[in-house]
């Protein structure tokens, strides 16, 4: 595009800086012939390139501000993110030392211990139940027995009194015989009367015995129901509720183990994040380097850049005031189409229609036209 | 509950059927009796067959031991199953009576 070729130099009938003594000047300063199309082309993209620097150099800074502001932020948040994953782990950590045992009566005991003495309890207790069912079942036997002791205590009563009975006609029939050998019974009849007496001292006797006897009888009969009853009560299933109670207990240390695993899982976890997180605010320091990088492009720009402008000016000294600048209408609609984030184009625009007009000198251009919608930077100039 | 006693060689087994409760009690006294007058030194009770036990029962079975302890006779509890197995198990009898699977 910028062909020095001078072939229709002559077409525009336009001199461009005729010094008189071609001869006097050094060797680079030759005069050369230039179309006046070809000049203005040149100054149009002087000026549109010089612009374009202007702004490339502006967005360079504001993406590299952008980053720094964003990583430094990302960075603060990851700071944050480690020592809340630091502080769950602890936590962690403290519900780990506490899972695996209990408090009682102020005092931490490890779960497996206390399960191991409620296992002992109910071993005792189902002991206790089966030494208690023996001595009910002796006692039900040794009852049984005394019954029918008493029963025949009883029956032995009845034949004192048969036996009494007896011993009562024969002193009655003894009597009899003596009063009937007159005198020479005489004293048979005392003897008689003597046994008599004897008699009815021994019924006496027997029925006193008779009604102690009734009230033991009762009274073991009723202490033999009672025992009935209480050997009668099954106190089998108590004693299975062991198998049940030994099944949950060794459950609950199965599962407070599984739960002490998973927790020191998390906890390392968490540790893990924490020191992943380190890691990454680490990296983050990559921001340092690119504003470096993007510092030492913008300086090379800004040379690149002034370099023009003198150049420009140099040339725009030389050249007739008939010659203006041509707007390079395709290079712009190329740049343009490149600049699809609106605000960044707004601001491309501006500073092309805007820089060194009266709204520039009023500070229009130092507007940040990313500044939000309500500053207007959501009108589409293009 | 009933029961039948068959004296074999060495031993005489006696197979316990249906329930052991409280309500036997008088049954499992005779055959106590039974056993301590046979000549048989080992005792073996057959509970294979044996569905239930109380708590009453169990207490049975313990001074069924110790009479024959008193005859200087061996005592054996064989082939429970079930709940008197479980029974058996749970009030550790086995510390007491040899139990035979």
Do not use: C
């Amino acid at each position: 595009m910028f062909n020095p070729a001078a072939h229709d130099a002559v077409q525009t009938g336009l001199a461009i800086a005729a010094p008189q003594d071609v001869s006097a000047m050094p060797d680079g300063a030759a005069k050369v012939a230039v179309t006046a199309e070809l000049l203005s082309t040149w100054l149009g993209f002087a000026d549109v390139q010089r612009r374009t620097l202007d702004v490339v150099q502006g967005e360079l800074t504001r993406t590299s501000e952008h980053v720094e502001t964003s990583t430094l932020d990302l960075s603060e948040r990851f700071r944050e993110l480690a020592q809340k994953a630091l502080e769950q782990s602890e936590r962690v950590a403290q519900i780990v030392a506490m899972a695996g045992s209990v408090d009682l009566d102020g005092e931490r005991v490890p779960l497996d211990t206390l399960v191991v003495g409620m296992q002992d309890v109910i071993t005792d207790m189902v002991t206790n139940i089966v030494t208690l069912s023996r001595h009910a079942m002796s006692m039900v036997y040794l009852l049984d027995d005394v019954q029918k002791d008493v029963a025949e205590l009883e029956k032995s009563i009845g034949d004192i009194d048969g036996i009494n009975r007896q011993t009562n006609f024969l002193a009655l029939n003894a009597t009899i015989e003596a009063s009937r050998a007159g005198e020479a019974g005489r004293t048979f009849a005392v003897v008689a009367q003597e046994v008599r007496h004897l008699s009815r001292s021994t019924g006496e006797l027997a029925e006193r015995m008779r009604s102690k006897v009734t009230a033991v009888v009762k009274g073991v009969r009723n202490g033999h129901d009672i025992l009935r009853q209480i050997a009668n009560t099954d106190m089998s299933p108590q004693m299975l509720a062991k198998e049940r109670v030994d099944k949950t207990m060794d459950s609950l240390v199965a599962q407070t183990t599984h739960f002490q695993a998973v927790l020191e899982t998390a906890a390392s976890v968490s540790s893990d994040m924490s020191s992943t997180i380190a890691h990454v605010i680490t990296g983050m320091q990559f921001q340092d380097l690119t504003k470096q990088r993007i510092e030492a492009i913008n300086d090379s720009l800004a040379i690149m850049s002034a370099g023009l402008g003198e150049l420009e000016t140099q040339i725009r000294a030389q050249v007739p005031a008939g010659i203006g600048t041509r707007e390079p209408q395709e290079w712009l609609n190329q740049l343009m189409g490149r600049f699809t984030l609106s605000e960044m184009r707004e601001r491309f625009v501006r500073r092309l229609l805007l820089e060194g007009t009266a709204l520039d000198e009023n500070g229009v251009l130092d507007l940040d036209a990313a500044g939000g919608g309500s500053a207007g930077g959501d009108i589409e100039l293009f | 509950m009933d029961y039948g006693i068959e004296v074999r060689d060495q031993e005489a087994v006696i197979r316990l059927r249906g329930r052991l409760t409280f309500n036997d009690h008088a049954k499992l006294r005779i055959l106590i009796g039974e056993m301590g007058q046979n000549k048989l030194k080992r005792q073996v009770l057959d509970l294979s067959s044996l569905e239930f036990v109380d708590s009453a029962g169990i207490g049975m079975l313990l001074i069924a031991r110790e009479e024959m302890d008193r005859a200087a006779k061996q005592f054996v509890l064989r082939g429970a199953t079930g709940q008197v197995k479980r029974v058996l198990t749970v009030a550790q009898i086995a510390k007491i009576v040899p139990i035979e699977d």
